[in-house]
């Protein structure tokens, strides 16, 4: 393939729509994008290798003057956080101090909008070069967790460092207390396929 009909090519995928009149040649996208799949041509960013961008959106966020699209993750769908209240640091470590683990959860189950609701904020969290590859597994039924706290109890007496679980099982076994799940009326497993790199 010659020059001329990769260059065609490239134009025919147009990942990226740039407003000439709003672009301010800044290279803020060029310069966040993780993939360098951005360049600055005569009238602002345009892409290099289409196939190579990961969908991340920073290119859209991050412009000052709202000037560039991308088809893979579009300005429409873009949240802006200038409507959303920014920590300062004393609330941000404030914040980060006041995190404690949830050990005691109320008798009742969240509905399945909240759940799904959930799950759907979830899915937004940064995975390795944004390949997601993430399934999420929710369980609404009480006895289906209560199983599951006991798989994992009967895993921790199988294992080869059951000493450093013993207190759990202990409390389990002797107490009837599920320090698994701590009676939480609801789980949500998050999956991957066994053969994906970047599951961990």
């Known amino acids: 393939m010659s020059n001329r009909d990769l260059k065609e090519e490239m134009r025919e995928i147009n990942l990226i729509t740039v407003n000439e009149e709003k672009c301010i040649k800044c290279e803020i996208c060029i310069k966040e994008c993780p993939t360098y799949v951005l360049k600055m041509g005569e009238k602002g960013p345009e892409e290099i290798v289409e196939s190579s961008c990961i969908a991340c959106?920073?290119?859209?966020?991050?412009?000052?003057?709202?000037?560039?699209?991308?088809?893979?993750?579009?300005?429409?769908?873009?949240?802006?956080?200038?409507?959303?209240?920014?920590?300062?640091?004393?609330?941000?470590?404030?914040?980060?101090?006041?995190?404690?683990?949830?050990?005691?959860?109320?008798?009742?189950?969240?509905?399945?909008?909240?759940?799904?609701?959930?799950?759907?904020?979830?899915?937004?969290?940064?995975?390795?070069?944004?390949?997601?590859?993430?399934?999420?597994?929710?369980?609404?039924?009480?006895?289906?967790?209560?199983?599951?706290a006991e798989l994992t109890i009967k895993s921790m007496e199988n294992s080869p460092y059951k000493d450093m679980f013993k207190n759990v099982i202990r409390a389990y076994r002797e107490l009837g207390i599920d320090g698994i799940f701590r009676g939480a009326p609801n789980l949500i497993l998050t999956t991957a396929d066994k053969n994906f790199s970047r599951g961990r």
């Open 57 to 148: 959106g920073h290119c859209v966020a991050v412009c000052p003057n709202d000037a560039i699209d991308n088809n893979k993750t579009p300005f429409s769908q873009q949240v802006d956080s200038k409507a959303f209240h920014k920590l300062d640091s004393e609330e941000a470590e404030h914040f980060l101090r006041a995190r404690r683990s949830i050990r005691n959860y109320k008798d009742k189950s969240a509905s399945r909008e909240e759940l799904t609701k959930l799950v759907d904020i979830a899915r937004l969290a940064p995975t390795g070069s944004n390949m997601q590859g993430i399934s999420f597994v929710v369980v609404e039924n009480k006895e289906l967790v209560k199983e599951a």
